[in-house]
C-alpha cells in the first residue's frame, strides 16, 4: 500500500515538473513511475529474500522493518536521480 501510495506521488511529482518545463506530462509521468517501479522490482526480487531470512534468525527489531520496507527507498532514490538527469537544463 505505501508503495502504490509513494508510485503515484512521484507520477504526479514528474507530471507536475513536465507542465513546468514544457514536456510532455503523460510521458513524463510514465517515465517517472517507471523510474520508482523497476529498481523496486528488482529489490524486491533480489535482495528481499536473504534479508527477510536474516530476519527470521532475530526477529523483532527495528532490521525487520528496514527488510519490508528497504525497496520504496531504493525506488524513491532512483526516481530522484532520473528526474534531475530528466529536467536537467540544456547548458547554453
Known amino acids: 500500500m505505501i508503495g502504490t501510495i509513494t508510485a503515484l506521488i512521484?507520477?504526479?511529482w514528474f507530471y507536475k515538473n513536465a507542465e513546468a518545463t514544457g514536456k510532455n506530462p503523460?510521458?513524463?509521468a510514465a517515465v517517472g513511475f517507471l523510474?520508482?517501479?523497476?529498481?523496486?522490482?528488482?529489490?524486491t526480487i533480489m535482495?528481499?529474500?536473504s534479508l527477510r531470512n536474516t530476519v527470521e534468525h532475530n526477529p523483532g527489531?527495528?532490521?525487520a522493518l528496514f527488510?519490508?520496507?528497504a525497496y520504496i527507498l531504493a525506488g524513491i532514490a532512483?526516481?530522484?536521480?532520473?528526474k534531475f538527469?530528466?529536467?536537467k537544463q540544456p547548458e547554453s
Open 10 to 12: 512521484i507520477a504526479f
Open 26 to 28: 503523460l510521458s513524463s
Open 35 to 43: 523510474a520508482y517501479l523497476i529498481p523496486c522490482i528488482a529489490w
Open 47 to 49: 535482495l528481499t529474500p
Open 61 to 63: 527489531t527495528l532490521f
Open 67 to 69: 527488510a519490508n520496507y
Open 78 to 82: 532512483s526516481a530522484v536521480w532520473v
Open 85 to 87: 538527469k530528466y529536467f
